[in-house]
């Protein structure tokens, strides 16, 4: 079955960063777009951040030009580059892939 497992949370103070990492299973990965969502507490779910198969971004306007999504497809495993983060990314970050799964979400927490 397919599973995705994230990694690389933590607490972090402003204008720090963090990566996250999700290395997926039980999936054809090279072929499958990839993404990083996320949901703040009493918020909807958002969208961060996709990757294609061919390695083709989209961000949320958010966080452009602070995060960078990418992917290892020798590894399985697409990461979530956070710079210059802000109390208003605190969140819980999931992987997902184009195929409708979830991982089980990460915490992110921004604060000094």
């Known amino acids: 079955q397919v599973q995705l497992v994230e990694s690389g949370g933590g607490l972090v103070q402003p204008g720090g960063s963090l990566k996250l990492s999700c290395v997926a299973s039980?999936?054809?990965?090279?072929?499958?777009?990839m993404g990083w969502h996320r949901q703040a507490p009493g918020k909807q779910r958002e969208l961060v951040a996709d990757?294609?198969?061919?390695?083709?971004?989209t961000y949320a306007a958010s966080v452009k030009g602070r995060f960078t999504i990418s992917r290892d497809n020798a590894k399985n495993t697409v990461y979530l580059q956070m710079n210059s983060l802000k109390p208003d990314d605190t969140a819980v970050y999931y992987c997902?892939?184009?195929?409708?799964?979830w991982g089980q979400g990460t915490q992110v927490t921004v604060s000094s």
């Open positions: 997902t892939n184009n195929i409708g799964y």
């Open positions: 039980g999936m054809f990965f090279s072929m499958a777009g």
């Open positions: 990757i294609s198969p061919e390695g083709s971004q």
